[in-house]
């Protein structure tokens, strides 16, 4: 159920260290970014007690409200506290104060581990977790407050996956591992377009189809690189076929997963979380766990030796597998359904 939250501090201040509401904290007024959580998180409404005119200026065109005492029966908590869409969850639902309080220089610090730490999504995989995230959380630290948009950052992963494709029209070690190397970079700088878009609350619709499409493209611009690369080595066509089946397969599997989960619109949350569409299965966790991307690991491993193109062979019997797959899992929540 919705419930009111109220941002209360003494005049405005920040504690006793006076650290201001109005602080800049990744790209935004620390208060704006407790307003905006909040109203994600499902509050009704916000209000702001005691605010100061940095305070209003900080806030303009927000969904907050302004008041001298908190409204009846309102969530209290400081107007200086870093909290997610995830701790405000929590604490409508009644649980204890959750987040970082901002009372001195170093507190800011320990807000934005504690912002870009909840940005690492439970489904990751191992290295995008252990690795990955690392760096890919550390770019997007330093543009959270520049006027990079998550968009921008889409487009130039897509573009330097695209170019490290070319990489792979020469089944050479060096050619192949510089192209393994930005296919690799695509990854890393894929996660920066989502963290920049919930740190700046500038999620969109628009914006996830861009990135779910743009990481399919590159995938294929890929596979068909390694294809044409391998041709060209054995002086055949059969690679090309390959080649063919894992862009089939992948673009199969894209729409697929597109028309079921992603094809509706939401009114709220991310645009895709699984392969299933109505509820976890051992089979569709299975999916999910293939659909990651710490394949891209064993390309660099076989570029190494200059044989990225072995990875073809698995790409264009797995791609098409995985979209049977998809089908199965398909066929499976229809039956579950009621008459």
Not at 174 to 200: N, Q, T, V, W
Not at 277 to 288: F, K, M, Q
């Amino acid at each position: 159920m919705s419930r009111a939250l109220a941002l209360a501090g003494p005049e405005g201040s920040g504690g006793a260290a006076g650290i201001p509401p109005e602080t800049p904290l990744l790209g935004l007024p620390l208060i704006r970014r407790t307003v905006l959580a909040a109203r994600r998180a499902g509050f009704s409404t916000v209000t702001v007690v005691g605010a100061t005119p940095a305070v209003r200026s900080a806030l303009e065109g927000a969904p907050a409200a302004f008041a001298e005492q908190p409204p009846p029966g309102a969530v209290v908590i400081p107007a200086t506290r870093v909290v997610t869409v995830r701790d405000l969850e929590a604490l409508a639902s009644g649980a204890a104060d959750g987040g970082v309080r901002v009372d001195s220089r170093p507190d800011i610090r320990r807000a934005e581990r504690h912002l870009l730490s909840s940005l690492v999504k439970d489904t990751e995989g191992f290295m995008s977790r252990h690795f990955e995230r690392k760096i890919s959380l550390a770019v997007s630290r330093l543009l959270a407050g520049t006027s990079v948009t998550p968009n921008a950052m889409t487009l130039v992963s897509i573009a330097i996956g695209l170019a490290g494709s070319a990489f792979f029209l020469r089944s050479t070690a060096s050619s192949e591992m510089i192209g393994a190397l930005l296919f690799l970079l695509h990854s890393i700088l894929d996660g920066c377009d989502g963290e920049l878009a919930r740190l700046k609350f500038q999620e969109s619709r628009w914006g996830g189809l861009l990135d779910f499409w743009g990481d399919n493209v590159v995938h294929a611009a890929v596979f068909s690189a390694m294809a044409v690369g391998w041709s060209r080595k054995v002086d055949e066509a059969w690679p090309l076929a390959l080649g063919a089946l894992a862009v089939l397969g992948t673009f199969a599997s894209a729409y697929f997963i597109y028309r079921r989960t992603m094809g509706p619109r939401k009114a709220e949350g991310p645009l895709y979380t699984s392969v299933a569409a109505e509820g976890e299965t051992r089979l569709s966790r299975v999916a999910d766990a293939l659909s990651r991307r710490d394949f891209i690991y064993l390309v660099l491993i076989l570029s190494a030796f200059g044989k990225a193109h072995w990875f073809l062979l698995l790409a264009a019997v797995g791609a098409p597998a995985f979209f049977l797959v998809l089908t199965v899992i398909a066929s499976g929540e229809r039956r579950r359904r009621p008459a």
